[in-house]
């Protein structure tokens, strides 16, 4: 909550804002990276769990880690600007920042944010429900995390449907505590798996 309240006091210093949101920066590559952890280490607690006979749970984390691969290539628009590439025409006539992602398509928009959306709800929740520690519930801890990512969507979704810049652009510290607390989540698990193999 205090990164939430520092990164919004920088919009009034647009030089540092610009630096933490803009394209290709710090919280897009910071997220970048941790949904690339999040990814190896929910394959690493799937494989674990596979091998140990919880069958169910190693599916569960084989999305998990799917999810956030694929996150983590949307961050990055797939290594668009980092190797050059073009947007086929196709997708750039129906991409709302032209770019080499889904998550930008119309049509896909509403998806994503539900994912967002359901994902943090639970994350928020469920630790507070669950009386004991289990593997598909993220630790109290990272409630908080999850609190700026849904509180942000559901403000878009409510208050800001059509957002300055500078609104919008802030999205990427959600995004980035989102991809934080999913990639904490799954070390976690990996610790957890592992001792019980």
């Not at 800001?160 to 505590?177: G, I, N, R, V």
């Amino acid at each position: 909550m205090v990164g939430a309240a520092v990164v919004a006091l920088t919009a009034f210093h647009s030089g540092v804002y610009r630096v933490l949101v803009r394209e290709d920066s710090v919280l897009e590559w910071g997220g970048f990276l941790a949904h690339v952890a999040a990814a190896f280490f929910g394959a690493w607690t799937a494989l674990g769990l596979y091998r140990s006979g919880g069958r169910g749970l190693a599916v569960a984390f084989a999305g998990l880690a799917c999810c956030c691969a694929f996150a983590a290539g949307e961050e990055i628009s797939w290594g668009q600007r980092v190797f050059d590439l073009e947007t086929p025409s196709r997708l750039e006539a129906i991409n709302r920042q032209r770019e080499l992602t889904v998550h930008n398509v119309a049509e896909a928009e509403r998806g994503f944010l539900f994912v967002f959306v359901a994902g943090s709800l639970y994350g928020l929740v469920a630790p507070w429900l669950v009386s004991r520690r289990r593997m598909l519930v993220p630790p109290v801890f990272l409630s908080s995390a999850f609190l700026v990512t849904f509180a942000y969507a559901a403000g878009r979704t409510f208050l800001f449907p059509h957002p300055t810049y500078e609104l919008a652009k802030y999205s990427e510290w959600p995004e980035f505590c989102f991809a934080f607390a999913l990639s904490a989540f799954a070390v976690l698990s990996w610790r957890t798996a592992r001792r019980a193999e």
